[in-house]
């Protein structure tokens, strides 16, 4: 079972950027989906961006299109989340997630279903004033 450790978040004022770490320990992020999601209070957990290690595909939601971006860093079993032009809506604790690919998902998007992933972090907070 993988064990994720994210880091990076912030209080920042709207407009600005942060970058989210998700670190992976206990196995490789290869052939994996990692996602990142969020949750503010009083509201349900929502996808915000995944990635598909093996072939390097990354997905965003629609809120996110544009402004965020997913990226992996294989040798440090690390994924990132670059998040520009920040929205005060954009205010939550994010929360790093992982599972593994089936052999017929190698080339497929990641889903933003936050049931079908097993593993998650502790969680990062992303506050954003305006």
């Known amino acids: 079972l993988v064990q994720l450790v994210e880091s990076g978040g912030d209080s920042v004022q709207a407009g600005g950027s942060l970058r989210l770490s998700c670190a992976a320990s206990g196995d490789t992020i290869s052939s994996s989906c990692l996602g990142w999601f969020r949750q503010a209070p009083g509201k349900e957990r929502e996808g915000v961006a995944t990635?598909?290690?093996?072939?390097?595909?990354?997905s965003e939601a629609d809120s996110v299109k544009g402004r965020f971006t997913m990226s992996q860093d294989n040798p440090k079993n690390t994924v990132y989340l670059q998040m520009n032009s920040l929205k005060p809506e954009d205010t939550a604790m994010y929360y790093c997630?992982?599972?593994?690919?089936?052999?017929?998902?190698?080339?497929?998007?990641?889903?933003?279903?936050?049931?079908?992933?097993?593993?998650w972090g502790q969680g990062t907070q992303v506050t954003v004033s305006s």
């Open positions: 997630a992982a599972r593994k690919l089936a052999w017929y998902e190698y080339s497929s998007s990641c889903s933003l279903n936050r049931n079908v992933y097993p593993n």
């Open positions: 990635i598909n290690t093996r072939a390097g595909r990354a």
